[in-house]
């Protein structure tokens, strides 16, 4: 079946040491995001890549980074991570740009701050 | 700005009974609307879409949609809940896939 993988599925990282999320898709969308999502709260949208463009939101810190090297992968840098960092990180994709078509979601990463 | 509001942070039903959980959207035009169910350490999964066909939606699981242009609103629902139901469930839309805040919903057995 055609999916979005994650991984690793659980992250444990120290404070302040460099970690890198993972994200795989086998749909050929051309549009994958990357979200924080905290505890009983909604998903936070961090950032998104239309094929090679980066989106940046305005309020994503600039601790969070991304590279799209294909269209199938997409990777979440976080360059020295702090407690509040901690959260499950969604990768999420969508077919084209518009927004009349719906997310497919990972099973995400919860990243533990230590 | 465009912006989807849940209505309800929990909503507790009994199994067998009806479940409503409430949308409104706010929206300068016509809306593409989501509902996606999220179980404990998953990610999200897409219930039904609404993208101005049938103001009627059925999606996965039983579960459906109605478009109500003049209420603003896109409220889910579902005839007889489910155990299997208890989730968090969130609406999302218009643009820039925002997101609601959620609604936990829970079945009583």
């Known amino acids: 079946d055609a999916m979005v993988i994650q991984n690793p599925r659980y992250q444990v990282t120290q404070f302040g040491k460099p970690v890198t999320l993972s994200c795989s898709q086998t749909?050929?969308?051309?549009?994958m995001y990357w979200y924080q999502q905290k505890s009983s709260q909604a998903p936070k949208l961090l950032f998104h890549?239309?094929?090679?463009?980066?989106?940046n939101e305005a309020d994503t810190p600039d601790n969070f980074q991304s590279r799209r090297p294909n269209t199938s992968f997409c990777f979440l840098d976080i360059r020295s991570p702090g407690l509040g960092d901690a959260a499950m990180y969604l990768c999420?994709?969508?077919?084209?740009?518009?927004?009349?078509?719906?997310?497919?979601f990972g099973d995400g990463t919860r990243l533990s701050i230590l | 700005a465009q912006s989807v509001t849940q209505l309800d942070s929990h909503v507790s039903v009994s199994e067998g009974t009806p479940v409503l959980l409430r949308c409104n959207y706010s929206?300068?035009?016509?809306?593409?609307l989501f509902w996606y169910v999220q179980h404990p350490n998953k990610g999200l999964q897409l219930l039904l879409k609404y993208t101005s066909a049938a103001t009627l939606v059925k999606g996965i699981n039983g579960f459906e949609a109605e478009f109500k242009k003049s209420e603003t609103s896109f409220h889910l629902t579902k005839p007889s809940a489910h155990m299997s139901d208890a989730a968090e469930y969130f609406c999302s839309g218009t643009y820039k896939y925002i997101f609601g805040t959620g609604t936990r919903l829970k079945v009583l057995a």
């Open positions: 929206s300068s035009y016509s809306p593409s």
């Open positions: 890549y239309y094929d090679k463009d980066f989106n």
């Open positions: 999420a994709t969508s077919r084209v740009g518009s927004y009349n078509q719906p997310q497919h």
């Open positions: 749909l050929n969308h051309n549009v």
